[in-house]
Protein backbone atom coordinates (compact mmCIF):
# COMPACT_ATOMS: atom_id res chain seq x y z
CA UNK A 1 0.00 0.00 0.00
CA UNK A 2 2.24 2.75 -1.17
CA UNK A 3 1.89 6.74 -0.89
CA UNK A 4 -0.33 7.34 -4.54
CA UNK A 5 -2.60 4.24 -3.56
CA UNK A 6 -3.65 6.15 -0.29
CA UNK A 7 -3.09 9.98 -2.13
CA UNK A 8 -5.68 9.01 -5.32
CA UNK A 9 -7.84 7.15 -2.44
CA UNK A 10 -8.03 10.57 -0.55
CA UNK A 11 -8.80 12.78 -3.24
CA UNK A 12 -11.49 10.75 -4.90
CA UNK A 13 -12.84 10.87 -1.00
CA UNK A 14 -12.74 14.73 -0.67
CA UNK A 15 -14.15 15.20 -4.03
CA UNK A 16 -17.11 13.00 -2.83
CA UNK A 17 -17.35 14.72 0.30
CA UNK A 18 -17.70 17.55 -1.30
CA UNK A 19 -20.69 16.88 -3.79
CA UNK A 20 -22.43 14.53 -1.41
CA UNK A 21 -22.72 17.88 0.82
CA UNK A 22 -24.29 19.68 -2.06
CA UNK A 23 -26.69 17.23 -2.97
CA UNK A 24 -29.17 17.22 -0.32
CA UNK A 25 -29.59 21.17 -1.35
CA UNK A 26 -30.87 19.84 -4.76
CA UNK A 27 -32.46 16.53 -4.18
CA UNK A 28 -36.17 17.79 -3.27
CA UNK A 29 -39.40 16.82 -4.89
CA UNK A 30 -40.24 18.09 -8.31
CA UNK A 31 -37.01 17.44 -9.14
CA UNK A 32 -35.99 14.56 -12.52
CA UNK A 33 -34.41 12.28 -11.78
CA UNK A 34 -32.08 13.04 -15.13
CA UNK A 35 -31.20 16.58 -13.31
CA UNK A 36 -30.24 15.34 -10.75
CA UNK A 37 -27.87 12.44 -11.47
CA UNK A 38 -26.44 15.20 -14.11
CA UNK A 39 -25.52 17.56 -11.46
CA UNK A 40 -24.06 15.08 -9.51
CA UNK A 41 -21.95 14.17 -12.25
CA UNK A 42 -21.15 17.77 -13.34
CA UNK A 43 -19.93 18.23 -9.87
CA UNK A 44 -17.51 15.69 -10.06
CA UNK A 45 -16.37 16.55 -13.17
CA UNK A 46 -16.15 20.18 -11.80
CA UNK A 47 -13.83 19.16 -8.96
CA UNK A 48 -11.75 16.36 -10.48
CA UNK A 49 -10.97 19.09 -13.09
CA UNK A 50 -11.40 16.19 -15.76
CA UNK A 51 -14.31 16.80 -17.94
CA UNK A 52 -13.73 13.53 -19.81
CA UNK A 53 -13.96 15.80 -23.55
CA UNK A 54 -10.89 14.71 -24.37
CA UNK A 55 -9.42 11.72 -25.37
CA UNK A 56 -8.26 9.53 -22.51
CA UNK A 57 -9.21 12.72 -19.70
CA UNK A 58 -11.87 10.26 -18.24
CA UNK A 59 -9.65 7.42 -17.56
CA UNK A 60 -7.53 9.99 -15.48
CA UNK A 61 -10.32 10.98 -12.74
CA UNK A 62 -13.75 11.81 -12.20
CA UNK A 63 -17.90 9.99 -12.38
CA UNK A 64 -16.22 6.47 -11.22
CA UNK A 65 -19.57 4.75 -12.49
CA UNK A 66 -23.19 5.39 -13.49
CA UNK A 67 -25.27 6.96 -10.28
CA UNK A 68 -27.77 5.36 -9.19
CA UNK A 69 -31.34 7.24 -8.12
CA UNK A 70 -33.35 4.07 -6.63
CA UNK A 71 -36.81 5.16 -5.35
CA UNK A 72 -38.81 3.16 -2.83
CA UNK A 73 -38.71 -0.70 -3.46
CA UNK A 74 -35.63 -0.28 -6.26
CA UNK A 75 -32.92 -1.11 -4.31
CA UNK A 76 -30.05 -0.70 -6.32
CA UNK A 77 -28.52 0.17 -9.62
CA UNK A 78 -31.47 2.16 -11.37
CA UNK A 79 -30.04 4.97 -13.35
CA UNK A 80 -32.13 7.59 -15.46
CA UNK A 81 -31.36 6.92 -19.29
CA UNK A 82 -31.79 9.55 -21.66
CA UNK A 83 -34.99 9.24 -24.05
CA UNK A 84 -36.91 6.94 -21.34
CA UNK A 85 -40.14 8.71 -19.44
CA UNK A 86 -38.79 11.23 -16.74
CA UNK A 87 -38.74 10.01 -13.22
CA UNK A 88 -40.02 12.99 -10.94
CA UNK A 89 -39.25 12.84 -7.22
CA UNK A 90 -42.26 13.05 -5.01
CA UNK A 91 -42.60 14.02 -0.84
CA UNK A 92 -43.29 10.62 -0.13
CA UNK A 93 -40.51 8.79 -2.14
CA UNK A 94 -37.05 7.04 -0.55
CA UNK A 95 -34.43 7.79 -2.71
CA UNK A 96 -31.27 5.49 -2.60
CA UNK A 97 -28.23 8.11 -3.90
CA UNK A 98 -25.09 6.14 -4.80
CA UNK A 99 -22.45 7.59 -6.83
CA UNK A 100 -18.96 7.19 -7.37
CA UNK A 101 -15.12 9.24 -7.97
CA UNK A 102 -12.28 7.80 -8.85
CA UNK A 103 -8.41 9.00 -9.30
CA UNK A 104 -6.40 7.18 -11.23
CA UNK A 105 -8.85 4.49 -11.21
CA UNK A 106 -8.92 4.08 -7.60
CA UNK A 107 -13.03 4.54 -6.82
CA UNK A 108 -14.68 5.91 -3.98
CA UNK A 109 -18.07 4.49 -3.54
CA UNK A 110 -20.84 5.74 -0.94
CA UNK A 111 -24.66 6.00 -1.12
CA UNK A 112 -27.17 7.37 1.19
CA UNK A 113 -30.89 7.80 1.85
CA UNK A 114 -33.02 10.66 1.66
CA UNK A 115 -36.76 10.72 2.50
CA UNK A 116 -39.07 14.29 2.88
CA UNK A 117 -41.48 12.77 4.77
CA UNK A 118 -41.02 12.19 8.56
CA UNK A 119 -42.75 8.87 8.60
CA UNK A 120 -39.20 7.82 7.47
CA UNK A 121 -37.05 8.58 9.66
CA UNK A 122 -36.94 5.95 11.93
CA UNK A 123 -36.29 3.54 9.57
CA UNK A 124 -33.88 5.62 7.36
CA UNK A 125 -31.99 5.93 10.58
CA UNK A 126 -32.52 2.18 12.03
CA UNK A 127 -30.48 0.89 8.74
CA UNK A 128 -27.87 3.48 8.90
CA UNK A 129 -27.25 2.40 12.84
CA UNK A 130 -27.26 -1.00 11.14
CA UNK A 131 -23.83 -0.39 9.31
CA UNK A 132 -22.47 -0.93 12.78
CA UNK A 133 -24.50 -2.46 15.18
CA UNK A 134 -27.19 -4.89 13.56
CA UNK A 135 -30.46 -4.52 12.33
CA UNK A 136 -33.69 -4.50 14.67
CA UNK A 137 -36.73 -3.02 14.57
CA UNK A 138 -39.06 0.44 13.81
CA UNK A 139 -41.76 2.34 14.51
CA UNK A 140 -43.47 2.88 10.89
CA UNK A 141 -47.08 4.00 10.46
CA UNK A 142 -47.84 3.87 14.13
CA UNK A 143 -46.96 0.00 13.75
CA UNK A 144 -44.11 -1.90 14.82
CA UNK A 145 -42.35 -3.26 12.21
CA UNK A 146 -38.84 -5.58 11.94
CA UNK A 147 -36.48 -3.86 10.15
CA UNK A 148 -34.23 -7.37 8.36
CA UNK A 149 -31.18 -7.33 6.33
CA UNK A 150 -31.84 -8.37 2.74
CA UNK A 151 -30.39 -11.50 2.22
CA UNK A 152 -29.48 -11.93 -1.54
CA UNK A 153 -27.56 -8.54 -1.92
CA UNK A 154 -23.87 -8.00 -0.22
CA UNK A 155 -21.37 -5.50 -0.32
CA UNK A 156 -18.63 -5.72 -2.68
CA UNK A 157 -14.40 -5.67 -3.03
CA UNK A 158 -13.55 -2.98 -5.20
CA UNK A 159 -10.38 -3.62 -8.05
CA UNK A 160 -9.36 -0.43 -10.10
CA UNK A 161 -11.52 0.82 -12.36
CA UNK A 162 -13.56 -1.78 -11.58
CA UNK A 163 -16.72 -1.28 -8.87
CA UNK A 164 -17.25 -4.87 -8.21
CA UNK A 165 -14.20 -7.21 -7.49
CA UNK A 166 -14.19 -10.67 -6.98
CA UNK A 167 -14.84 -10.87 -3.24
CA UNK A 168 -18.55 -10.14 -1.36
CA UNK A 169 -19.55 -9.35 2.18
CA UNK A 170 -22.85 -10.96 2.50
CA UNK A 171 -25.41 -9.58 4.97
CA UNK A 172 -26.53 -12.60 6.63
CA UNK A 173 -24.13 -15.15 7.49
CA UNK A 174 -22.85 -17.05 4.97
CA UNK A 175 -20.51 -20.22 4.42
CA UNK A 176 -17.48 -18.70 2.41
CA UNK A 177 -14.18 -19.37 1.83
CA UNK A 178 -13.17 -15.51 0.57
CA UNK A 179 -11.23 -13.04 3.37
CA UNK A 180 -10.15 -9.94 4.04
CA UNK A 181 -6.31 -9.13 2.87
CA UNK A 182 -4.04 -6.26 2.98
CA UNK A 183 -4.65 -3.19 0.56
CA UNK A 184 -8.22 -4.88 -0.27
CA UNK A 185 -10.86 -2.09 -1.01
CA UNK A 186 -14.33 -2.78 0.09
CA UNK A 187 -17.69 -1.28 -0.24
CA UNK A 188 -19.90 -2.14 3.07
CA UNK A 189 -23.01 -2.13 2.03
CA UNK A 190 -25.90 -2.36 4.67
CA UNK A 191 -29.66 -2.83 2.92
CA UNK A 192 -32.65 -3.03 5.74
CA UNK A 193 -36.12 -3.51 4.53
CA UNK A 194 -39.20 -3.70 6.03
CA UNK A 195 -40.12 -6.26 2.92
CA UNK A 196 -39.46 -10.06 2.65
CA UNK A 197 -35.92 -8.88 2.68
CA UNK A 198 -35.30 -10.85 -1.08
CA UNK A 199 -34.58 -8.92 -4.00
CA UNK A 200 -35.68 -9.94 -7.64
CA UNK A 201 -34.29 -8.56 -11.03
CA UNK A 202 -36.60 -5.85 -12.94
CA UNK A 203 -36.05 -4.75 -16.73
CA UNK A 204 -34.06 -0.98 -16.29
CA UNK A 205 -32.93 -1.85 -12.43
CA UNK A 206 -30.68 -4.46 -11.17
CA UNK A 207 -32.65 -5.56 -7.90
CA UNK A 208 -36.27 -4.34 -6.14
CA UNK A 209 -37.65 -5.42 -2.74
CA UNK A 210 -35.81 -3.12 -0.05
CA UNK A 211 -36.71 0.20 0.84
CA UNK A 212 -33.65 2.17 2.22
CA UNK A 213 -29.89 2.08 1.80
CA UNK A 214 -27.93 4.66 3.48
CA UNK A 215 -24.66 2.56 3.21
CA UNK A 216 -22.36 0.99 1.50
CA UNK A 217 -18.69 3.11 2.92
CA UNK A 218 -15.21 2.46 1.24
CA UNK A 219 -13.42 0.70 4.14
CA UNK A 220 -9.54 -0.01 3.09
CA UNK A 221 -7.73 -3.53 4.90
CA UNK A 222 -4.35 -2.34 6.32
CA UNK A 223 -1.79 -4.46 7.85
CA UNK A 224 -1.31 -6.66 8.90
CA UNK A 225 -3.59 -9.59 6.50
CA UNK A 226 -7.10 -10.52 8.38
CA UNK A 227 -6.96 -14.07 6.28
Known amino acids: ?6 NDYRKAAEVHRQVRQHVPTIASPGISMSQL ?11 TNHQGLEAGDAFKAGVGFPTGL ?17 VILQYDDVL ?30 AVKAATNTGLKEVELNREIIPVKAVRNITGHKILRYKIHGDKQV ?11 EDG ?17 DDPGSMAKGAISMPAPQVYIIPPPSRC
Open 96 to 125: KIDFGVHVSGRIVDSAFTVAFNPAYDSLLA
Open 70 to 86: CLNNVAAHWASNPGAKE
Open 184 to 200: DVFAIETFGTTGKAYLR
Open 37 to 47: ADEIEDGVRAL
Open 170 to 180: PFAKTATTQCM
Open 1 to 6: MNAEFL
